[in-house]
């Protein structure tokens, strides 16, 4: 990707991190998660409430990518967007009346738009992924040492969350969800059945904190087992896939699970997947292909 200037950059970068949020807020019906349809697991939570403090984070991720702009992966850029990211998610608890909407998608768009915005030629989204780990990897002092979820969930299951997917090179997207987005566009899927085959193929893999803690390591293999059971049966555009989704939904609803984790992912996977399809036309255009 090639920008005139930071400026450019933050704008542009901004704008597609709140669209994918948007467009995973949007997608319908998500089991267990926020959507137009129904607030799933979440009491605290709407569809509007989501829009919203996704509409407030575009200062967020435009400052993030400003900030990165011709920079090298060090400590310095790592505490400078972290102070960036914190700030964001205090704007979105004020937004949200203190409600957690996007606290996981915050870090890993947060990290991938730094990865985007410093690797300034091209479109290769495995480099951004590969940029945005390698920065998730310094140290950051500033780091508040205050009790998360996250944090309670790694000392009763062992389980590394949102940090360990990002320091590990986000093995998510590159080996599920980008995989996953070709593989179910090539067999001719309408663009929401891709999405929601994605996030569906996600939540068959990912040790995801948010179910965890709400619903200890027992809702976590109902889910991963059931997501599965999902893409063995056909998968979303399958009669059968269909019903095996609706009983994820079902069983996520029991539990008061939901996969937060894999939601922040498909996002992320949104992002990059316009960063793939636009084409650099001229020194000033940008299309989409
Ligand atoms: C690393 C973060 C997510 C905190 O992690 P922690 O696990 O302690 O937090 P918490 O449990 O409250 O939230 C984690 C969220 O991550 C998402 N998530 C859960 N499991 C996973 C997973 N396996 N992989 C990816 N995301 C996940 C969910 O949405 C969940 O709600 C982050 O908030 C943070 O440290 N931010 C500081 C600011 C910063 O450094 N920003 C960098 C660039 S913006
Ligand atoms: N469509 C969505 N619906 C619900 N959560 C989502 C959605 N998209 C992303 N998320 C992610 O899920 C996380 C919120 O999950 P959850 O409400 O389980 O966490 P919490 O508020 O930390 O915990 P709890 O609600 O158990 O107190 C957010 O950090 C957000 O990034």
Redesign the pocket.
Known sequence: MTWNNAKECGEVLGDWAVQALIA??ELAP?PG???PEDT?S?AD?TFDL?VASAVSLRETFGQIAKASYFREPDQQLREEIAAIGRQGEKKMMHVTGGI??????IWVLGLLTSGAALNQSGQDVKRMIQTASEIACYPDRFTPNLPT?GSSVFARFGVKGARGEAESGFPHLTKVALPKLVEARRNGLSESLVRLETLVALIAHLDDT?IL??GGLAALQMAKQKANDVLESGGVSATEGWIKLEELNQSLLEHNA?P?GS??LL?ATLFLDQIQSVRYVDEKVFSTT
């Open positions: 995973e807020a998500k998660l926020v959507d799933g979440h939570m989501l957690n909407t996007h606290k996981g998608a979820h948010c803690h709400r939901s937060g939601a922040d996002a």
